[in-house]
């Protein structure tokens, strides 16, 4: 199933990735989840890529340790070579049936090491180390180990929770440091907002002339972050928009390449193949690429490369199209279906004062039905929201009309006056939509396959500069020419 840019394997899914780069490639090993019962074992396997959307599978890296193992599944770690070359791979083991004084499943950090450019690895079991004191065993994972060279030693990051305080608020990072990744040491907390359940999957890296930590939580919502700071000892910076993407695309770890700074994360499957279904862990890797802005503060875009994978554009509707409903609905619908795979670019100018415009995904001939982008200026925000909605019964009220859009899919955004662009990646059932290449939402479409591309604007006017739709190159369904659109207001 690797459909080019996102890559899932055979059966399986891909869970938490650990991006590792060296010499111009990129080893993205990932947590292989195969969701079968009972479980068994869960280990980390590998791909390569060098251009970002075609990747070589290379098997498996770290097995499980086996039924009785401490790391019969391997989670989420990190790789760094020392001085002589060898590679070190820091990981969490866990096994359900170990566990410690709270009946918990314990959370280990592990070592294990290769010298064959990490063909292979050799596991040091006596390396192991469990939660240091003031901090919950159940709950020490994700080991992230960066060099500090002006300390002059190695540190540790860890997603780990204290023993006290309210059960909600618990989550830290913990630090420990070494001078030879061997004998590792407790530090004071790198990061302890006393605020989530926990800080999954923390990463720091140096970028210009600024610092930034991310990690992913599940707490008041469910989302990767970054903070910010002139230097490793903080204050750490909340941006006002601190998140990458909603809550479809999780756990994302980040590589630099060539002066590039590149995120590796997966969006989820929903349960059943359904839109209603819900969310899962694990799914499939996505990449989206961080630019740096003047302040320091990030925005996001998926990659040119994989921009690059779609064909020539085919007009939907003429360029500068309008549609004006001072106080009502208007919209446009192509003529045709679209792929299965495209690439949908839409150039926006509002008149001052709509209320909201955007785009339709696999609608019905006339609109009614399918998944739509929105942007509301007012709220500053696009959403992700689909018709027809669940329904509670049989009687024309009983449709989750109070329902605004898809909760969990809202993502900020900048929407003053000129124009805007929605950029729209949708292959199979992915869909990663980007906001004037700085805000993106990625999603599942899974109970509409097939359908139109539109346009639409409520309580204002809309001018459409473009809005063009591009095939998949070498997708599995020939290219289909989208006619121009008939009006529909």
């Known amino acids: 199933m690797n459909r080019r840019g996102f890559y899932q394997p055979q059966d399986a899914w891909v869970g938490d990735l650990i991006p590792y780069e060296e010499d111009g490639v990129l080893h993205l090993f990932y947590l292989h989840e195969t969701r079968r019962t009972p479980k068994d074992g869960m280990p980390w396997l590998r791909v390569t890529t060098e251009n970002l959307v075609d990747v070589d599978e290379r098997g498996v890296a770290i097995a499980s340790g086996g039924v009785d193992a401490p790391d019969f599944n391997i989670y989420t770690g990190s790789i760094v070579r020392d001085e002589s070359g060898r590679h070190h791979a820091f990981y969490t083991g866990q096994n359900p049936s170990r566990t410690g004084a709270d009946g918990l499943a314990l959370q280990l950090v592990m070592h294990a090491t290769s010298d064959d450019g990490m063909e292979t690895w050799t596991r040091h079991p006596e390396l192991t180390f469990g939660a240091t004191a003031g901090y919950e065993s159940a709950d020490w994972r994700d080991p992230f180990v960066f060099r500090d060279e002006e300390a002059g030693l190695w540190r540790m990051l860890i997603t780990a ?17 070494s001078t030879d990744l061997t004998t590792w040491r407790a530090a004071a907390p790198f990061w302890d907002p006393r605020r989530g359940v926990a800080h999954e999957c923390p990463e720091v890296f140096q970028w210009g002339d600024w610092w930034y930590l991310v990690s992913s939580e599940f707490s008041d919502a469910f989302v990767t972050r970054y903070r910010m700071a002139r230097t490793l000892a903080g204050p750490w910076i909340a941006p006002d928009h601190d998140t990458l993407d909603g809550r479809a695309y999780y756990a994302a770890k980040s590589a630099a390449l060539g002066g590039r700074r590149l995120f590796f994360g997966w969006i989820a499957s929903r349960e059943d193949d359904s839109d209603d279904g819900a969310w899962q862990w694990a799914g499939t890797l996505s990449v989206l690429e961080a630019e740096q802005n003047a302040d320091g503060t990030l925005a996001f875009h998926p990659p040119r490369e994989l921009l690059d994978t779609f064909g020539d554009p085919t007009d939907a509707f003429a360029p500068r199209t309008s549609i004006a409903a001072p106080d009502a609905h208007a919209q446009l619908i192509s003529a045709h279906d679209v792929p299965d795979a495209f690439r949908l670019t839409a150039r926006f100018e ?47 009220w009983q449709i989750s009309g109070d329902v605004p859009f898809a909760i969990e899919l809202e993502r900020p955004a900048r929407l003053e006056g000129g124009e805007h662009v929605l950029e729209v990646i949708v292959d199979g059932d992915i869909c990663v939509a980007t906001l004037d290449d700085a805000v993106v939402l990625s999603t599942r479409l899974y109970d509409r396959s097939s359908g139109r591309v539109g346009a639409f604007v409520d309580d204002g006017e809309l001018l459409i500069t473009e809005f063009t739709v591009r095939p998949r190159v070498h997708s599995d369904i020939a290219p289909i020419a989208v006619a121009l659109a008939t009006a529909h207001t």
């Open 161 to 177: 929770r204290h023993t006290d305080g309210p059960a909600r608020r618990r989550g830290v990072i913990a630090q420990c440091t």
């Open 350 to 396: 509002a008149v001052a004062g709509t209320r909201e415009y955007g785009v339709l995904l696999r609608a019905s001939e006339d609109g009614d039905e399918g998944y739509i982008l929105r942007l509301e200026p007012g709220r500053g925000r696009l959403v992700f929201d689909r018709w027809p909605r669940r329904s509670t019964g049989g009687e024309q």
